[in-house]
T-cell receptor, first 112, second 112 residues
Framework: QKEVEQDPGPLSVPEGAIVSLNCTYS??????FMWYRQYSRKGPELLMY????GNKEDGRFTAQVDKSSKYISLFIRDSQPSDSATYLC????????????FGSGTQLTVLP | DGGITQSPKYLFRKEGQNVTLSCEQN?????MYWYRQDPGQGLRLIYY???????QKGDIAEGYSVSREKKESFPLTVTSAQKNPTAFYLC???????????FGPGTRLTVL
């Protein structure tokens, strides 16, 4: 079993829809949680960063962490065609970029 | 502008040839990483380096080699011993004590 599980999709939604992307994990030592966005044939870019449990909002994006359930989510409101990309979750124990563990990514397409 | 550059963007190689992928960063980060990305498999760590003149094997190091002679540079050589080298290669870096990684734009290697 992988330490981080992520549904690969693909996921297609109409423009304006609310998108929910999720990851589950098994290592209770993970404390820092990230979402990366990767456009086709590009490198991943850091999108959201959260510490421990709770929510963090940035514009149309909300990251949610539930450590008791070992479950993290990324919500995209009012989705746009420009949001079409692969979204990777990543997580690590405290202060350790070396131990960053990635999900396999969910491919999202937002249809105009 | 600070960032990570990878060159070339596309690379073609004949079977049996070694090829070197370039990665340069001007973020003053100590740690650098090489990943391989295949469709549906997420990111797999090839090598990483925490400091100049030191590097460690990742999960899939066989058929690859690296060097770290300068803080800014971490080139990856794909040798003829790598049985299935066609993939998208990503370089990343992180700052000391940091808990996230920053990625370059990637190199697409195709073996003909």
């Amino acid at each position: 079993q992988k330490e981080v599980e992520q549904d690969p999709g693909p996921l297609s939604v109409p423009e304006g829809a609310i998108v929910s992307l999720n990851c589950t994990y098994s290592n209770s030592a993970f404390q820092y949680f990230m979402w990366y966005r990767q456009y086709s044939r590009k490198g991943p870019e850091l999108l959201m960063y959260t510490y421990s449990s709770g929510n963090k909002e940035d514009g149309r994006f909300t990251a949610q962490v539930d450590k008791s359930s070992k479950y993290i989510s990324l919500f995209i409101r009012d989705s746009q065609p420009s949001d079409s990309a692969t979204y990777l979750c990543a997580m690590t124990p405290a202060g350790s970029a070396r131990q960053l563990t990635f999900g396999s990514g969910t491919q999202l397409t937002v249809l105009p | 502008d600070g960032g990570i550059t990878q060159s070339p963007k596309y690379l073609f190689r004949k079977e049996g040839q070694n090829v070197t992928l370039s990665c340069e960063q001007n973020l003053n980060h100590d740690a650098m990483y090489w990943y391989r990305q295949d469709p549906g498999q997420g990111l797999r760590l090839i090598y990483y380096s925490q400091i100049v003149n030191d590097f460690q094997k990742g999960d899939i190091a066989e058929g690859y080699s690296v060097s770290r002679e300068k803080k800014e540079s971490f080139p990856l050589t794909v040798t003829s011993a790598q049985k299935n080298p066609t993939a998208f290669y990503l370089c990343a870096s992180s700052q000391p004590g940091g808990d996230t990684q920053y990625f370059g734009p990637g190199t697409r290697l195709t073996v003909l």
